[in-house]
């Protein structure tokens, strides 16, 4: 890999035969790395390729994928700066894996979902879809972009002691006025994830991407 190309670490899994052109976006969590979700990025698209690059920000040795002043409280200026070097990473990636660029679908959990949030808000034709595991809102435009139709799964803990169903409210309604079609699924769970809300996730992306 070239320092050019290599902006982000990450890990690329081929796809596997010819049943789908589908790659998966996998961005973890806080503390997380590039090998965090290939286990559930296979459980939600069997044979799907897979692309999970490493956030490049370090809260105290934790990896993230943009800065954030306080629990809750983001860096606006670093979020759309990383989420834009994140989306330019995504079209690098692929030319040099030759993807399919109009079927790229983000699976993003907890800061990994906010910075995926960012870029369908930055970057609206990057992404074809996504699968949002306890979200919040990355930041608010001064006018949405333009989501038509774009397939977005989210997933809320109802008992999530870090994001508030106030938060998750707000991020559904960004979303449907950019014209996204946002489909929640809320969860009897805190802020970890649940094998429950994993398989209403896979069965949502057999169906609608």
Known sequence: MTSEQEVFVHRFVPAEGNTTSMTLLLLHGTGGDENDLLPLGAMLAPGAALLSPRGRVSENGAARFFRR??????????????ATEL???IERAVARYGLDKDNIVAVGYSNGANIASAMMLL???LIRGAVLLRPMVPFVPESP?????VPVFIAAGQFDPIISSEETEKLIALLRAAGADVSVYP???????????IERARLWLASRL
């Open 69 to 82: 002043l306080s629990e809750g409280v983001f860096d606006e200026a670093d979020l759309k700066f990383r």
């Open 87 to 89: 989306a330019d990473f």
């Open 145 to 149: 972009p333009r989501l038509t139709d």
């Open 123 to 125: 970057r609206p034709r």
């Open 187 to 197: 969860v009897a769970a805190g802020h970890n994830l649940t094998s429950e809300e």
